[in-house]
């Protein structure tokens, strides 16, 4: 028998991360396939018409009007995407980017919001799927020091001008105020990099492209252990946020299967340091804990606090012996603080 909801339940149960899509609601094959191909209608290079209520939660029906660009581009064999954005808003442009993707076990979208003004923090995911022409992801979030439910709806999906809207719930989703409309048309059917921004940061844009890389990885960290896997991958690097950030596509060719994951880059002018933020394949879920750092002399170190299992650590990664055609990569891990370190991943990166 299959189970019948609401979609105001169906909502609720998406935000509050309980809910496994029923069949009646959520009718589209749920193999990696099909999934793959959830968001090939909205790839490619895009004017977008906003607009949006000028205060939110505050029983304010004044609207602004302004424009934009947005391109998107698959990422993770398909299973995850990547939008890089330009908004002009009345008071000034700013830049925003959008990473989703696919969580096989749950089988549901989760999409997280990078704000270019406040590139070190990145947003709590909606979470969602399809229906027909309609998606829906929804999740909590805080407005102004107020629990809130954040929904995105996307209408008309496969028309010529799809439709966005962004709605916020002070009541688990029984009453909703949408405060955020876009229209997209469509300007090229491949995406393109946006305009650079004058002036920015230029540690990263050596990675900007696409790559062969041959990998060594310790089997065993932190075990006194030996023995190496080699292996092969690919990297295709972009830049975002007008090169306030950048992101890359991996693909690691190990003998168990391929694994994949998005490494994300983003500078914070406040401290004059990089973010740098994974997005494993294998548990596409949440971003881990960003490592901070920055270059000098020609050499990026970065480093954080991590787990490795159930155990605390700390991590870190360096990019060195960089040219125009390769690059080096290396992680360590520390088990006493930093006061020792263990080399357990080492990358040799080729321009392809």
Do not use: C
């Not at 704000?115 to 102004?144: W, Y």
């Not at 992101?247 to 690691?252: A, K, L, M, V, W």
């Amino acid at each position: 028998m299959q189970m019948q909801i609401s979609r105001r339940e169906w909502i609720a149960g998406l935000a509050a991360g309980t809910l496994v899509r029923p069949t009646s609601v959520l009718a589209a094959p749920s193999d990696r396939a099909a999934r793959a191909h959830d968001w090939d209608w909205l790839v490619g290079r895009w004017d977008v018409w906003h607009r949006r209520l000028k205060e939110r939660l505050a029983n304010n029906h004044d609207w602004q009007e302004f424009g934009g660009k947005s391109v998107l581009w698959l990422a993770l064999d398909g299973l995850a995407t990547i939008d890089d954005n330009i908004v002009d808003i009345p008071s000034g442009s700013y830049r925003g980017l959008t990473v989703r993707a696919w969580d096989p076990k749950a089988d549901r979208w989760a999409i997280w919001w990078v704000d270019g003004r406040n590139p070190s923090l990145i947003d709590p995911p909606v979470r969602g799927g399809f229906a027909g022409e309609t998606g829906v992801f929804a999740g909590p979030d805080i407005f102004k020091g107020t629990p809130v439910t954040v929904r995105f709806r996307w209408l008309d999906i496969h028309s010529a001008r799809p439709h966005w809207e962004q709605a916020m719930s002070k009541d688990g989703g029984k009453s909703w105020e949408v405060n955020w409309e876009n229209f997209f048309t469509r300007t090229a059917p491949v995406a393109a990099p946006l305009p650079l921004l004058d002036g920015h940061p230029r540690d990263f844009d050596f990675l900007h492209g696409s790559w062969s890389v041959r990998h060594r990885r310790l089997r065993h960290r932190l075990a006194g252990a030996t023995d190496w896997e080699s292996f092969t991958g690919t990297l295709v690097n972009r830049p975002v946020l007008g090169g306030a950030a950048n992101i890359g596509d991996n693909r690691f060719e190990r003998r168990g299967g391929a694994q994949t994951g998005i490494g994300l880059r983003t500078f914070d002018p406040a401290r004059g340091e990089w973010l740098s933020w994974w997005l494993d394949g294998h548990d596409p879920t949440r971003f881990a804990a960003p490592l901070r750092g920055r270059f000098v002399d020609g050499v990026g170190s970065f480093e954080g606090d991590d787990m490795l299992g159930t155990r605390p650590v700390r991590t870190r990664t360096r990019w060195s012996a960089i040219t125009a055609t390769s690059a080096r990569w290396e992680q360590a891990m520390s088990g006493d603080g930093g006061g020792s370190w263990e080399t357990n991943w080492i990358s040799e990166f080729v321009r392809r």
